[in-house]
């Protein structure tokens, strides 16, 4: 309460002195004022410490507002100010990588036919790809059947060398992995068809959507012609007159 008394009547102090203060010179004589921690304002040459930060007015000699000083903001607005600024400028750049995107798309497409043309082109050289591994797996799994029969036979005859045993038992390996390795290829090759398929389903979904807004673009776009003049009857021409 002490406090808050004297402020009231510091505030009061500069109040009467104001008349002093007109007689100040233009550019000097300015105060400042500000509020203290019971919502008081108060006025002076030096702004308190603890009161430095929370912004300020500069009054002339006629008690006129000359400058205002915001406060200081805190670490969490300036965080917050940051990540504002931060993501306008990512969706900035994002949206001239877009733009750049779209005006690639145009230039390699002038119609949905040809994107799904392309996709299909490129089916068909996966799928050819997949049709050769899937022949040389059927061959593999022949000559597997083969080194397996073989074996089965050279353990059932006791003049059979243990060297050639080893190594019928060794190329059934070799073979296996082969068959493997191929069954692998082929599954990338599944996994890559997905990708192409995904991929021109977002082409074909983004040049969709890039001619329609360049449609509503046109659109918008103003007409030479005010609206109303093509429901008015043409001008008549006047014939000129014949002199005889």
Not at 18 to 39: H, R
Not at 69 to 85: C, G, H, N, S, V
Not at 93 to 105: C, I, T, Y
Not at 220 to 225: N, R, V
């Amino acid at each position: 309460m002490q406090l808050k008394h004297l402020s009231q009547l510091l505030f009061t102090g500069i109040v009467l002195l104001q008349p002093a203060f007109a007689a100040t010179p233009a550019g000097q004589g300015q105060i400042k004022c500000w509020q203290n921690d019971d919502g008081v304002r108060e006025c002076g040459n030096v702004i308190p410490p603890q009161y430095t930060q929370q912004g300020y007015k500069e009054v002339n000699s006629q008690g006129t507002t000359v400058r205002k000083i915001e406060r200081a903001k805190t670490a969490e607005e300036l965080a917050e100010e940051k990540r504002k600024q931060e993501a306008v400028q990512l969706a900035e750049r994002n949206r001239k990588e877009q733009e750049e995107k779209d005006r690639a798309l145009l230039l390699q497409f002038s119609k949905e036919d040809d994107i799904e043309s392309d996709r299909k082109a490129k089916l068909n050289t996966i799928d050819a790809a997949m049709s050769s591994i899937d022949s040389y797996i059927s061959s593999l799994n022949k000559n597997l059947k083969d080194l397996e029969k073989s074996l089965e036979e050279s353990v059932k005859n006791p003049a059979t060398p243990p060297a050639q045993i080893v190594a019928t038992k060794r190329n059934i390996e070799n073979v296996k992995q082969r068959i493997r390795t191929s069954q692998n290829t082929v599954e990338n090759k599944q996994r890559e068809k997905d990708e192409v398929n995904h991929r021109y389903d977002g082409y074909l979904k983004r040049y969709k959507e890039v001619v329609e807004e360049q449609s509503k673009q046109e659109k918008k776009a103003p007409a030479t012609t005010k609206p109303g003049d093509k429901d008015k009857a043409p001008a008549e021409t006047k014939r000129p007159e014949v002199v005889h």
